[in-house]
C-alpha cells in the first residue's frame, strides 16, 4: 500500500509537472510564445465560466433534492468531480487544463462519475473499504444528556410554513 500511494504521489508531484512543462514548451515553438500564453489564459477563463456554471446547477439539484426528502447522490459525486477540475484549471499547464475541462462538461463529467462509482461499489464489495453510519440522527442529543435549548423566534418574525395539529375532545387529531 505504501509504495503504491509513493508511486502515485511521485507522479503527481514530479512526473505531471514535467509533462506540462514539455507541452507548454512544444507548443511555445509551434505557435509562438504570446498564442500560447492566450491558450492559457482562454482555458483559465473558460474553465472558470464553466466552474461556475455547473457548480451553481449542481448546488440547484442539490437543494432540490434535499428539499423533496431525498438523499443527493449523483449531485455530491458532480460536486467532488468539479471542485477537483476547478482546482485543475487552477494549475498552469495544458495536460491538467484538458483534465479540469473533461470534469467540467456534463457528457464527459457522466462518464467519469459512472467510473468513481463503479470503483467505489468495487472496493467495498472487496472489503477494501467499509462504509458504516453513526447511531443516532443529526441533532439530537446523546442518551443522558439533556436536549439543547431550541432558540425561541425573533420578536416579530414572520413564520413562513408551519403545520398545526390540535387534539380535539373525540381523541382525533386535526389540521388547521
Do not use: H
Not at 124 to 129: E, M, P
Amino acid at each position: 500500500m505504501r509504495s503504491s500511494l509513493f508511486g502515485r504521489l511521485f507522479a503527481l508531484f514530479l512526473i505531471v509537472p514535467l509533462i506540462e512543462l514539455v507541452l507548454l514548451v512544444w507548443i511555445g515553438e509551434r505557435v509562438g510564445f504570446w498564442p500560447t500564453v492566450g491558450l492559457v489564459v482562454a482555458t483559465a477563463l473558460a474553465g472558470s465560466w464553466l466552474a461556475r456554471r455547473e457548480g451553481m446547477a449542481v448546488l440547484r439539484r442539490f437543494q432540490a433534492r434535499l428539499a423533496s426528502g431525498q438523499p443527493p447522490g449523483r449531485e455530491l459525486t458532480d460536486g467532488l468531480i468539479i471542485l477537483v477540475s476547478g482546482t485543475l484549471l487552477l494549475t498552469p499547464g495544458v495536460l491538467t487544463d484538458v483534465v479540469g475541462l473533461l470534469g467540467l462538461f456534463p457528457p464527459s463529467r457522466a462518464w467519469i462519475r459512472r467510473r468513481l462509482e463503479s470503483r467505489a461499489r468495487g472496493a467495498v464489495a472487496g472489503g477494501r473499504v467499509s462504509l458504516f453510519t453513526g447511531g443516532r440522527p443529526f441533532g439530537t442529543p446523546r442518551p443522558g444528556t439533556a436536549s439543547p435549548p431550541r432558540p425561541a423566534p425573533a420578536p416579530g418574525a414572520d413564520v413562513l410554513d408551519a403545520t398545526v395539529i390540535e387534539e380535539v375532545e373525540n381523541g382525533g387529531a386535526t389540521e388547521r
